[in-house]
């Protein structure tokens, strides 16, 4: 029998409203920079990168997340101002906090030792958080009409993570596939 795998990632939502204005900042490059390839996921922090589960094994991958999130706080998280990934990467900054970088952390650690899933190139680079609004398809050409008119523009949102999002793949973008809640401040 074949064993059918889907690509998945985990990541921080931003709440609606802030989704929305994201999405306004894509729209904005689509029409100005020819740039629409951010569209293929929602507003998002990825805390652990893109990999393979096999589809039948994703209620031990579900339950792992529900374990972790439990016991986890929700975390305030910032967004300020815009920064780059020269020459083709333009994105919301997301402040890096300590609460933040513990949770990333915490996440890869605990998906390597109970699930082996692990991500060779994250393990040899700092987590840099952020939500990303223009890549892949920004020419370097664009990238460098865009930077300054964004790099010293002002966005400032506060909101607090309640919660892990697992986003899946389905073939043309990235969808919201189940969401596990952080523990209940008591």
């Known amino acids: 029998m074949d064993k059918s795998k889907s ?32 569209f293929k996921s929602p507003p998002h922090i990825t805390l652990q990168p893109p990999f393979e589960w096999l589809t039948e094994e ?51 650690t605990h998906l390597e030792t109970t699930l082996g899933i692990t991500d060779p190139k994250s393990k040899q680079r700092p987590y840099a958080p952020h939500m990303t609004v223009a890549f892949r398809d920004l020419s370097r050409q664009n990238f460098k009409a865009a930077w300054p008119e964004f790099q010293d523009r002002e966005l400032h949102f506060e909101f607090t993570a309640g919660n892990l999002t697992l986003l899946i793949h389905d073939g043309k973008q990235w969808n919201i596939n189940t969401e596990f809640p952080f523990q209940l401040a008591s």
């Not at 579900?62 to 910032?78: N, V």
């Open 58 to 108: 994703v209620p031990v991958l579900e339950g792992c997340l529900t374990k972790f999130a439990s016991e986890r706080p929700s975390i305030p998280i910032t967004l300020s101002g815009f920064a780059a990934f020269v020459p083709r990467v333009i994105y919301v900054n997301v402040i890096k906090t300590p609460a933040l970088l513990t949770l990333q952390a915490g996440l890869m």
């Open 7 to 38: 690509r998945y990632f985990i990541a921080l939502l931003p709440p609606k409203d802030i989704r929305t204005h994201v999405n306004g900042i894509k729209q904005y490059f689509a029409d100005h920079y020819d740039s629409r390839a951010a």
